[in-house]
Each structure stands twice: as C-alpha cells, then as structure tokens.
C-alpha cells in the first residue's frame, strides 16, 4: 500500500533536501529543475489542496505562498518533523498514505505529490484515482509529479544507462520500486473519468494534470 517505504523515508530525512538540490551525482537528472517542478504543481494547484507524500514540505510551503488551504498526508514520521520545522505552526500534518488517510475535512479542489505516486504498483495507483474521482467535483484537478517513461523500451534503456554510468544506487530504484508507463497512466486516468495531460521536466519526471469531466 506504498508503506514498504516508510523506512527508507525515515532514514532519508535527514539529507533528502541535499539530494534534491542535486549534490548527489546518481540523482542529479532526476532533480533537475525541482524548483521548476514544484513551482508548475504549485501553478496548476486550486484550493483546498490536499497532498501526498509531504516529505519534507517543499511544495506544501510553495503552496501556501500561493494563500492555499493545504491537507498534508506522509506516512514517515521524520519526513513529518522535517516538515513541521519548515510549515507554519497551524499547519498539521497526518500521518497516512496514498490509499489511506484521513478524509479532509471541507471539499478539496486539487490532489497534489511531487516524487511519490511510483510507490503505488499499477492496480493501486487505479485504486488511488478511482477513490479521487469520488472526492473532486467536475473541475477538480489531479496534478502529480512523478518519474514516468514513454513505453517500457524506454524504462529499460534508462535502467541500462544507469549501469552503464556505475549509478547501481540508482538503477536499483529504478527496478525495485513501481515506475509505470505514460500509456498505463492514461487508461487509468481516462477509464476514471479524467482527461490527463503530461509535460515533461526532465530526462526522470514529468508533470501530470489531470482533470475530472
């Protein structure tokens, strides 16, 4: 349910905004541009917002410059500390994941995450979006950042290049965690009663927005 992570996340508090400043070279390519990234979220994003996968509260406070109202959903707690130092003290996090947490508490316009929805596999990333059907009304937006590849041939030579460069940290992820194709995406969002548009950030991430019909 996207919580075989968790521990991995609690270990990654401490240097995650290291890394996606681009210090680690494995990872610099699929941080490029993350101010980019989250400012085009941040732009596409209605409120209320609720968002998954806090971390450590990067979009959350681009978010709330933009004067949203922001349900906050992360299943690490340390990712959660991080973030509490960061986000206003009203700001109140919940403990939860993609498939599970705790209802918002007023009609939410925007569903948001950057760097998270691949812990999903692809049955509960349907799941995800079929429950999000039913919070949005018409209009409402999905708008997911997220490592993405065009079709399967492209997700294997991305796997190939990173053992080709010695980026074996990298090429790990890439095999062990649920990374899904554009053409999947699109069913699932479509078959849900969204149409769905996707821009690409960089070689990793794209920007999905999806809105509900």
């Given amino acids: 349910m996207g919580r075989e992570f968790v521990e991995l996340f609690n270990d990654w508090a401490n240097y995650y905004d290291a890394t996606v400043s681009g210090t680690d070279k494995e990872y610099a390519e699929v941080f ?3 101010q980019d990234i989250l400012a085009d979220v941040t732009s596409k994003a209605h ?3 609720l968002e998954f996968g806090v971390g450590t509260g990067n979009l959350t406070n681009e978010l709330i410059k933009k004067g949203l ?3 906050g959903v992360e299943p690490s707690a340390s990712m959660r500390e991080k973030a509490a130092e960061k986000l206003p003290e009203n700001m109140k996090l919940q403990d939860g994941d993609f498939l599970n947490f705790p209802a918002p508490p007023e009609q939410i316009q925007s569903i948001v995450s950057t760097y998270a929805f691949h812990h999903l596999t ?3 990333k349907e799941e995800a979006v079929q429950h999000y059907g039913n919070l949005l009304d018409k209009g409402g937006k999905i708008v997911f950042a997220d490592t993405v590849f065009e079709n399967k041939d492209a997700y294997s030579a991305t796997i190939e290049q990173a053992e080709k460069h010695e980026f074996f940290n990298l090429a790990n992820d890439l ?12 069913e699932i969002f ?3 009663g969204f149409t769905v548009e996707f821009q690409r950030f960089n070689h990793f991430v794209w920007v999905m927005e999806a809105i509900k019909q």
Avoid at 175 to 186: A, F, G, I, R
Wanted: a negative charge; zero cysteines; proline letters at 4%.
């Fill in 69 to 71: 109202t922001v349900y």
């Fill in 175 to 186: 095999k062990s965690e649920y990374y899904t194709t554009m053409e999947v995406l699109q």
């Fill in 32 to 34: 490029r541009g993350y």
């Fill in 47 to 49: 409120g209320p917002v």
């Fill in 122 to 124: 692809d049955t509960e």
């Fill in 190 to 192: 479509n078959k849900n």
